[in-house]
């Protein structure tokens, strides 16, 4: 059968198939997309629909996959989003799906505007270094240091009115 990736039905088909064609990956309802390494199950949003949708849950499993699990420094994070998005292509392809690469950059868009955030100093708003190995930043201007919460492989849904969502991996929501 081939798939248009076009309506809710289709998002549908497309997990049975993944559920069907992965038997090692668990799939499971959530919260938003996600790849949780903890649990060892890409979760998404039943409600979700749109080609968008479909790549969102092709790029968690690409997470899965690749068996991604911790990462040390922020631009680490990075180049696991990267890789993902790799990987979902790959698997699109299987499924007659062709990833929208302006769909991808803006995923990595919202990631870098993330990271930027986080290592801004509140203090004096210099760009700071993150610490070695550590899930803290220190500014060279102020010697202000600041944790950044750990990360988990979702991502909060940049709110961009008509656009739909589309999973990268991210802190919690409120994250700086
Ligand atoms: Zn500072
Ligand atoms: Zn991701």
Redesign the pocket.
Known sequence: MIWHGKCMADFTHLLDQLVHDFPEVAFAEGKTFCWSPASRQVLYRADAQGVSAAYSLLHELGHALLDHRRYRLDFELLELEVAAWEKAKTLAGRYQIEIDEDHVQNCLDTYRDWLFRRSI?P????K?LQLDNQPAYR?F????TWRVSPSRFCRPYRKTAGQQPSAVFAATQSAL
Do not use: D, M
């Open positions: 100093c203090s004096c708003t210099t700071a500014c201007n102020c010697n202000e």
